[in-house]
């Protein structure tokens, strides 16, 4: 059974930083796209930031252009999401997911595999 999960959240001010980690048991990250999303109360899901499988190819939100950073590290099986500069609107809880069908990289629908999410929250 596929187990995606999440961590490395957490309170911080505006201004600092965080990494988030991704963690797959029975799933061998290193041969799929991954994507980072996010979702604050109230609002939709939206996609973050995206990686292929070699690293080669990755995506952002403009929200996030130059402040987060998306990285896999495969040996490990493990997905990060180095994120800088933070703002109060960056808090939302952060998911990781495995793309698994054809669509815009930033579509929670042509992803599967979610975790339960960690929490980043941002204070101004």
């Known amino acids: 059974q596929v187990q995606v999960a999440e961590s490395g959240g957490g309170f911080v001010q505006a201004g600092g930083s965080l990494r988030l980690s991704c963690t797959a048991s029975?799933?061998?990250?290193?041969?799929?796209?991954m994507g980072w999303f996010r979702q604050a109360p109230g609002k939709e899901r939206e996609g973050v930031a995206y990686i292929n499988p070699t690293g080669l190819a990755i995506l952002y939100a403009d929200s996030v252009k130059g402040r987060f950073t998306i990285s896999r590290a495969n040996a490990e099986n493990t997905l990060y999401l180095q994120m800088s500069d933070l703002k109060p609107e960056d808090t939302a809880m952060y998911y990781c997911?495995?793309?698994?069908?054809?669509?815009?990289?930033?579509?929670?629908?042509?992803?599967?595999?979610w975790g339960q999410g960690t929490q980043v929250t941002v204070s101004s």
């Open positions: 997911a495995v793309k698994i069908r054809s669509g815009a990289w930033n579509s929670p629908a042509v992803y599967d595999y």
């Open positions: 029975a799933l061998p990250l290193d041969t799929y796209p």
